[in-house]
């Protein structure tokens, strides 16, 4: 696979995207299917990097997969090879992804040991995986950690009981972990400060339709009583809503017409809203949202008229993942905001190139950026660039569809990591990119 794309932009784009499978949920999900021996159902699961490679280490450590189409999946987890755990090779293909972290808790539900190597994903910052092995010990696990190569061995010796714990941080990954090792626990299991987010919402109401008791779903406090043993089931993901966040955000710096099909509306939260705040119309039509094309759009102040900070926190709050994407949206606009990128500490050093294209931004901090919106009175310009991380990655793609001129974006990796096809995809949008 090339590893650039060539764009030129000033296309105004138009037409209908369906948003892919959503990638975080795959990644709990996928793991999730190694809680049963029975067959496991997954469709619209997202043709990613990251995704494929999580059910490539699957297949390594024995599971059965069956591509049935190119977005559905069988698994079956009858005969787990725990040796390969161990191996060198197991190790490394861990490392290139951060969802390979959740197989922990399910193969400490199903066989009272896991083991877990340096996990991959964005270098966004440090990643701590404190929640999940704290909440793993309270659960009956004592672990070791290897500093040398940064491996985890985890065992249940006497099985895992349930037990309260309040978790030090509502951690996505680190709550779908806790919650898969409990599922089979003795007892109640009581997860209060639980990631919440609907992605937690779909694995649980997947593992109860597996025959788990779960309660709580949807809230910070969540209730499990383990049951002895879980069946197949089928599960289908929900669209991407970092990926809608995106095509918005796309649709604006573009002055572009679009309408994102079954973008699964009630399941966005404060996304729709967070966009309206930099300006940008967009209707939620039933399921679809449509966004039209827009000569100008102004960033809203606070009521008592001082500058807008737009920063994360968890769901319900807005999603870190989508803070890029604002950030290089808030370039074109009218008016300024403060980005304050709270959870990740450099995730936001991907600035620079959107300076040297043109934009007005100052990097406080590595938490801080202030954009002060060039309001279309000049474009963008392309350059050369490279791609740190898949959502700096998107949103330095959007800066270029919106820049005059030919820009090079390399180390697409990164957006391959997280976006279907998103080259071919756009282009069917009316999109100058190509991959060389
Ligand atoms: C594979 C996957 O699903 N990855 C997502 C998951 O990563 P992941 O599960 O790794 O992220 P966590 O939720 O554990 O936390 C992310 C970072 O935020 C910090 N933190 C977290 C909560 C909090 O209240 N305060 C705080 O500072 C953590 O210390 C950590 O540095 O959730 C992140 C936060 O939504 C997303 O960016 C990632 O895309
Ligand atoms: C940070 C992200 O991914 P990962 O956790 O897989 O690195 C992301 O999806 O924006």
Excluded at 2 to 17: H, P, W, Y
Excluded at 374 to 396: C, K, W
Aim: charged letters at 20%; aromatic letters at 6%.
């Amino acid at each position: 696979m090339s590893s650039a794309f060539e764009v030129r932009g000033g296309n105004r784009l138009k037409g209908d995207i369906v948003p892919q499978g959503a990638k975080n949920e795959a990644l709990q999900i996928i793991s999730a299917v190694l809680l049963t021996p029975e067959k496991v159902t997954i469709s619209n699961i997202p043709d990613i990097l990251d995704v494929n490679l999580l059910i490539e280490l699957l297949a390594d450590i024995g599971v059965a997969v069956n591509r049935v189409s190119r977005d559905t999946c069988e698994f079956t987890a009858a005969n787990i090879d725990m040796a390969y755990l161990q191996s060198a090779e197991f190790k490394k293909k861990s490392g290139r992804l951060r969802g390979s972290v959740m197989i922990a808790g399910p193969l400490l539900a199903r066989y009272g040991k896991a083991y877990i190597p340096k996990p991959g994903g964005d270098k966004i910052g440090r990643r701590r995986l404190d929640t999940h092995i704290i909440g793993f010990e309270k659960l009956g696990v004592q672990f070791v950690y290897d500093t040398d190569d940064n491996f985890f061995r985890l065992e249940a010796a006497d099985g895992l009981k349930g037990t309260y714990m309040l978790l030090d941080e509502p951690s996505v990954t680190g709550t779908a972990n806790i919650v898969m090792a409990a599922v089979m626990a003795k007892g109640t299991t009581t997860i209060y400060n639980a990631a919440c987010e609907p992605y937690i919402q779909q694995l649980c109401k997947m593992l109860n339709s597996m025959g788990a008791n779960i309660s709580g779903v949807g809230s910070n406090l969540i209730t499990i009583e383990g049951v002895t043993s879980l069946k197949g089931c089928s599960h289908a993901m929900l669209p991407d809503m970092i990926e809608i966040g995106s095509f918005i955000g796309l649709a604006a710096m573009t002055q572009s017409e679009i309408t994102i099909r079954n973008a699964g509306v009630e399941h966005l939260g404060i996304i729709p809203e967070k966009f309206r705040q930099l300006g940008i119309h967009l209707e939620l039509r039933g399921n679809d949202i449509y966004v039209p094309a827009q000569d100008s759009y102004e960033i809203q102040t606070f009521l008592d008229g001082s500058i807008l900070t737009m920063y994360d926190h968890p769901w319900p709050g807005f999603t870190p993942d989508l803070l890029s994407i604002v950030l290089v949206v808030a370039t074109q606009a009218k008016g300024s905001v403060m980005i304050h990128q709270k959870m990740f500490e450099s995730r936001l050093f991907f600035v620079d190139k959107l300076i040297d294209m043109g934009a007005q931004i100052v990097l406080c901090d590595p938490h801080r950026a202030v954009v002060i919106g060039l309001g279309r009175e000049h474009a963008l310009r392309g350059i050369t660039m490279s791609s740190p991380d898949i959502r700096a990655g998107v949103a330095l793609l959007i800066a270029a569809l919106s820049a005059e001129g030919k820009s090079t974006i390399q180390n697409i990796e990164q957006i391959d990591r997280g976006y279907q096809y998103i080259d071919e995809r756009l282009r069917r949008l009316g999109a100058d990119i190509k991959r060389v």
